[in-house]
Nanobody
């Protein structure tokens, strides 16, 4: 059974930083491409960043230069370092496989950027 558990969200002021973590189980982690997604209420879920099994990364234009995705295969964990946060980054953040997310999404972690 696949499990994805996100953590690290919180309330931060504009310009601040957060580091999200996602621990995955039930998948062959080191062979999996993974992504961080985000979704606001009433909006479609969007891909924020992705990392291949080989470590190649790509980012949405809205976060390029501010967010960094990384992975630790020994810990079955993917990270999202978020710097220079803006109010428009406020969302629930999820991790999942990329490019084809599995149906069982984790609970997500709430990121709120506000003064």
């Amino acid at each position: 059974q696949v499990q994805l558990v996100e953590s690290g969200g919180g309330l931060v002021q504009p310009g601040g930083s957060l580091r999200l973590s996602c621990v995955a189980s039930g998948i062959i982690f080191r062979f999996s491409a993974l992504g961080w997604y985000r979704q606001a209420p009433g909006k479609q879920r969007e891909l924020v960043a992705r990392i291949t099994a080989a470590g190649s990364t790509n980012y949405a234009d809205s976060v390029k230069g501010r967010f960094t995705i990384s992975r630790d295969n020994a810990k079955n964990t993917v990270y999202l370092q978020m710097n220079s946060l803006r109010p428009e980054d406020t969302d629930v953040y999820y991790c999942n496989k990329w490019p084809a997310p599995i149906d069982s999404w984790g609970p997500g972690t709430q990121v709120t950027v506000s003064s």
